[in-house]
């Protein structure tokens, strides 16, 4: 079958819980693009550029079926409009009655591990972005039933309600006006790891074991930092709702890396007083909240400055903004007492967000880690794109391995799909931007 396009599935329009409330200009058709765009899901590009591309993330696969299933459930992935089951992808690319058994057992049953795909989508990816942060972002998948590897029941922050579901975790490679997954975990809740049954059911390896979602994130970053040489740029992470950002914060710290973290405006924090500190200096002493130290809700308007967007707008916002230190009483802290810059930021008139945010590079400009808080909000689109438009949501099967082999499928189709349009011929335009948000698909 021959490649082709095919329309972009309808979208319900709604309010999106928005993940960084002053920097809203990022929808996910901003990571989609809209239907008839260049950007539209279904534009694979020339047959040249594809196949190149997949062989650049799967040419390790030792068989040339594994090759071929690859290819074909990456295209059905950006041709197939609607619901991405395994019938409907083998439907839409093979003429084969058997193709659907096929593209299931590949995903599912195929021994082919997938971290040299992501290692390739990495530096494929890094080579087409003018990166800017490692990002954080999380991908809460609602379920059915009890046996798909990791479910468990959770407050959904965006739905606002407790759903069954898998929880997943990406670190994305952020840019301009993209965020691109390139490594993926799965939450495993405690009794994942303690029932042999479900273990085995599920085909979890002896080494995978149940992690705190910030341990996660952690070797989310170690993960990347081993495979490439990229450029030591800071972490962003917006994750209020789904962990606390201390033990994050001072994992990230002893690797030296650089961060901007949300943070919820009742964190402790001890006011620095506009001082840096250094060795020897004692420092704060009294434990306050971050709404307080930041004068949340006080009558006196902040003078309004000009922020950069990564998209290349520029927005007005009025800012908040202090020196702080953290509390010591955290585990594995010792005596070291370090400054950060906390701060918020919202639209003139309008209300404060329930979120702040935290960085350690104290020297730069607040305008600055206000851009880069902005990336946050490009991952969580992209992550809203993946649900939507990409199949994030429509993983069949209930193993360890086929799981992480679908989101290594489905984040190499939006790669592709977002910057795949450099590799095309001249006079083809990147995905057009588009305001109209998309809301998330509940259970």
């Known amino acids: 079958m021959a490649l082709g396009a095919s329309p972009l599935r309808n ?27 260049a ?9 040249d550029s594809f196949s190149t591309f997949t062989e650049e993330l799967f040419g390790h696969l030792p068989r040339a079926d594994q090759r071929k299933w690859a290819n074909g459930y990456l295209q059905g992935l950006l ?12 439907a839409t690319v093979f003429d084969s009655p058997t193709a659907s058994q096929s593209l299931h057992q590949f995903v599912n049953s195929s021994p082919w591990p997938w971290e040299p795909a992501r290692a390739g989508l990495t530096h494929w990816s890094a080579r087409r972005l003018p990166l800017r942060a490692w990002s954080l972002g999380a991908a809460v998948l609602p379920k059915r039933g009890d046996r798909s590897v990791g479910v468990h029941r959770r407050f959904d922050p965006a739905l606002g309600r407790t759903v069954n ?17 390139v490594e993926w975990r799965l939450f495993l809740p405690a009794h994942w790891s303690e029932e042999p049954a479900l273990r085995e059911g599920a085909r979890i390896p002896d080494a995978t074991r149940h992690e705190p979602l910030w341990a996660q994130a952690v070797d989310l970053v170690d993960t990347l930092a081993a495979r490439t040489p990229l450029p030591p740029v800071p972490v962003v992470a917006d994750l209020v709702g789904f962990l606390s950002p201390t033990q994050l914060l001072d994992a990230l710290d002893a690797r030296e890396r650089d ?23 004692p420092g704060p002493t009294v434990v306050s909240r971050a709404h307080h130290v930041l004068g949340i ?52 008139g309008e209300p404060w967000p329930a979120k702040v945010w935290i960085s350690n590079l104290v020297h730069r400009r607040v305008d600055e880690l206000l851009t880069l808080a902005h990336l946050a909000a490009g991952t969580a689109c992209a992550v809203r794109a993946l649900e939507d438009d990409f199949g994030l949501l429509d993983f069949e099967g209930r193993s360890f391995p086929g ?17 795949g349009w450099r590799d095309r011929a001249p006079g083809v335009q990147p995905p057009s931007p588009s305001r109209v948000p998309l809301q998330r698909r509940s259970a």
């Open 11 to 37: 979208t319900a329009p709604g309010q999106l819980g928005r993940p960084f409330d002053t920097f809203s200009t990022l929808s996910p058709s901003d990571a989609v693009g809209t239907p008839g765009s």
């Open 39 to 47: 950007g539209a899901v279904g534009t694979l590009g020339s047959a």
């Open 79 to 90: 041709r197939t409009p609607g619901k991405k089951t395994v019938r409907r992808l083998a």
């Open 165 to 181: 579901c898998q929880l997943g975790l990406g670190l994305f490679l952020a840019g301009g006006r993209h965020s691109i997954p």
């Open 259 to 281: 961060f901007v973290l949300s943070a919820p405006t009742d964190l402790p924090v001890l006011a620095s007083g506009g001082r840096l500190g250094g060795p020897g200096d």
């Open 297 to 348: 809700g006080r009558t006196r308007e902040p003078l309004p400055i000009t922020v950069a967007t990564p998209d290349g707008g520029r927005r007005q916002l009025c800012v908040r903004s202090a020196l702080v230190r953290l509390p010591q009483d955290r585990p594995g802290t010792g005596s070291t007492q370090r400054t950060y810059r906390l701060f918020a930021a919202r639209e003139p």
């Open 403 to 419: 799981w992480h082999r679908h989101l290594t499928l489905v984040s190499a189709a939006y790669a592709h799909h977002r910057l």
